[in-house]
Every structure is written in C-alpha cells, then in structure tokens.
C-alpha cells in the first residue's frame, strides 16, 4: 500500500505580468501533474516487475524523461516533464492515460474551442478571447487550428451517422424541418432533424441530415439510413408539423404510427390567416384547446372557434380543420408527458441557438458546413435538455397499456 504523498509549493518567482494568485495556483497544478504521472510510472513498473528475459534482466525498465512539453490547462500552460518507459519486449508500449502521447490541451480546453465557435466567436478573435480565459502564452489556439478542428467535425458527424441504433428504443419522435441560408448555394439548405426520447425518459438527437426541402423522399432516404443502423422499431407517437412528406414516409417505411400536429406550428399557421385584430382573442382559444384537461373540454373550444370564425376567416379555420384528427393525439398518452409531446419545442428551442450562430457567420460556406454546425450545436445542446416528465410511465406507453384523458385505464375500469 503507498503511502499518502504531500505536494509542497515553493514560492513562484515573481513576474510583474502576472497576479501572485495565478502564479501560485498554476505552480501548483504543475506540481500535481508532474507528481501524478510519475506516480503512474512507478505503479506501471510495479506491475511489471516479475516480467523478466532469459538472463533475469527486467523488461520494463525506467528510461530518463521525455522532451519537456507545454500542456494547456484551464489556469494556463504549464510545463511537465513525463518520464520515458522502456519496453524490451516487440511491441510492447507503455501509454500514460493522465498525458497521452500527443496530448497539448486538457480535455476542458479542447470541450472550450468548440463552444466558443459555436456561441458566436470567428475565428479571427480566438486568440485574443482564449488568451482572456486562460492567459498569455496559450499556444495552439490559433485561427488555423480552429479551422483544423472544424474539419475533424466533418469527420466526427460522418461516423455518428454509422452509429449502431439497434440497442436503442424511442417512445417519441420529434421531427422538423430547419432552413439555413448557405453562401455557397442558390438555394437555402434543409436540415431534417430527428429528436426522440429513450425508455428513460431522456432526449437523444437521432438524426440530422441534408434534405430537399422537406419532402417525402428525403424523409424516405432519413428512414432507410436509420433502418441499416438498427433502428427498425418505430415510436408509440410522431410529433412533427404538417408536412406531408414526414408523415407519408413515416407511415411507408414504419407502418402505422400516433401521430400529434405540433400546436406552436398549427397556432402560428392559423393566426397567419386572421387580421391582427382578432389574433388575440383566437390565440386563447387555440390556448384553451390543448391546454384542456380532458378531450371533450378541448373538442368544446374547437368548436367554439369554429363557430365563432368559420364565416368570417374561412381559410384560418379549414387549417385547424384539416388536422382536427391528429391534434388531440396527445389526450391518448400520460397526462405527465402533455407538456413535451404536445409541440415540437425540443427542436423549436435548440434551433434558436443554431439560427443566432449562423446569423452571426452570416450564413456557412457549404452545406457540409452546415450540417457539422448543426450537428455539433445540438450535440451540446442535448446536455441540457429536460428528462419526461413522467419518465416511469414509459415502459408502459411502449407495453400498449390504454390512456384516456393522460389516465390510466385498469382493466377493471375498462
């Protein structure tokens, strides 16, 4: 058992650029470092001891240290000294899991780079914003290593693209249809996005690709992607827009599936048609439809809108009318899973910040470019998106039980 070693800080030498506080925590991250990876030598000789060649001589041995080399923290760079291990044995290799062969950031530093790009920073102020964060003297950020990192993006969203779903089962989809502007094209890029929710309860970005408009074959090409990648299994409920490509592909390469009209969509869609001076009064009928606590109470402000439009914005009311049948689906499933299922908002949210970035570049350069944006701003996105409510009742939702009114309904009440 190794004993409890104390890592104790001398005093820095002064420098006038830089406050005493900052010196000294910086010493002090070297220090732990340094004395963190030779620990990791010593108990990897440790482990090796009783391997030995022919003549009794030891095959792993310790070798001096490397080169010197910075490492860029979150205090700052810091210089470390890694010891060198020697393998007499072909092929045999000792990798330090604290430092990697290679390594010039910390992983925090690497987690920064891409959240400052995609928060809105060009690569043009990269210097001058990381210098802020972490000092003087924090090489490898330049410009040209951004970009660098961009293109290993590209690489990173083609192998996420091969991933194995077949693991993987989704209650709910969210799908939409987002339009970004590309320099480099006549036309405005759609992204199909593809949003479900795991037995869980949490959300999981399933699919983001390039698509022609928003129309059925695109969607059909979504579909086949995610059947070769294991996802054969449809979801209990779709949730999406009126688009009617999304729907007749869903229904062709999945069968028959629940489907729920997003409300922010169908709300916006039929406030379009009125004049601004009823869209009020309208807004809180459309309100007290899916905020109703039972069908029938919902079904009653339809029809109250119905009859209080109908002659008047013909045009606002055939809208709601033509989705009567799907707006409701919601009512079939837990009252706990209401507030997320009943609009696309999981999508609608996280596209916010993916519209301020690209506002911000003034549009990507391609439409690959686009795509790796997309892909790495809702990736980080995903960490903070709500777990279901309700998350429980999940496992139920996907056994077929029956709800009425987000109730459960017992055999005994059937």
């Not at 310790?62 to 007499?88: A, D, F, K, S, Y």
């Not at 070769?228 to 229904?251: E, H, N, Y």
């Not at 606002?316 to 507030?339: I, N």
């Not at 996105?381 to 109730?407: M, N, T, Y």
């Amino acid at each position: 058992m190794q004993e409890d070693k104390t890592i104790l800080l001398e005093e820095p030498a002064k420098d006038s650029d830089k406050p005493f506080l900052e010196q000294l925590l910086q010493e002090g991250a070297r220090k732990l470092l340094q004395a963190a990876i030779e620990n990791e030598v010593i108990d990897y000789l440790q482990a090796h001891q009783d391997r030995r060649d022919e003549n009794g001589r030891r095959l792993v041995v310790r070798n001096g240290h490397l080169p010197q080399r910075e490492v860029v923290t979150g205090i700052g760079p810091v210089q470390i000294r890694q010891p060198r291990v020697r393998h007499r044995e072909a092929g045999k290799r000792f990798s330090s899991a604290i430092l990697p062969k290679y390594m010039r950031r910390s992983p925090s530093i690497d987690g920064v780079i891409p959240l400052l790009y995609l928060k809105g920073i060009s690569t043009g102020d990269f210097t001058e914003a990381l210098e802020a964060i972490l000092g003087e003297g924090a090489s490898g950020l330049s410009a040209t290593n951004i970009v660098r990192l961009k293109s290993s993006w590209e690489s990173d969203y083609k192998e996420w693209c091969q991933r194995d779903l077949s693991h993987k089962r989704f209650v709910y989809w969210w799908a939409d249809g987002v339009y970004f502007n590309v320099r480099l094209d006549e036309e405005r890029t759609c992204v199909l996005v593809l949003i479900g929710a795991l037995e869980d309860g949490t959300k999981e970005l399933i699919a983001v690709v390039d698509g022609y408009r928003e129309s059925a074959q695109s969607w059909r090409e979504l579909f086949g992607q995610l059947k070769r990648m294991g996802l054969t299994i449809p979801p209990k409920l779709a949730i999406g827009d009126g688009s009617l490509g999304f729907w007749v592909a869903l229904q062709e390469e999945y069968g028959s599936v629940a489907q729920q009209r997003c409300w922010v969509h169908k709300t916006a869609n039929v406030l379009d048609k009125m004049p601004k001076s009823v869209q009020a009064k309208a807004k809180q009928l459309i309100h007290e439809m899916y905020l109703a606590p039972t069908r029938q109470a919902a079904l009653a402000a339809y029809q109250q809108f119905m009859n209080s439009y109908q002659l008047k914005f013909p045009d606002a009311c055939h809208c709601l009318e033509k989705d009567k049948d799907v707006l409701f689906s919601f009512y079939d499933f837990p009252a706990q899973h209401w507030p997320h299922i009943r609009t696309t908002n999981p999508i609608e949210s996280t596209f916010a910040t993916v519209r301020l970035r690209t506002h911000r570049t003034k549009g990507m350069g391609s439409r690959i470019a686009t795509l790796t944006m997309v892909f790495k701003l809702v990736l980080a996105a995903q960490k903070h998106w709500r777990r279901l409510h309700g998350f429980q009742i999940i496992p139920k939702v996907i056994s077929g039980v029956r709800f009425i009114d987000g109730e459960e309904q017992t055999q005994q009440a059937a």
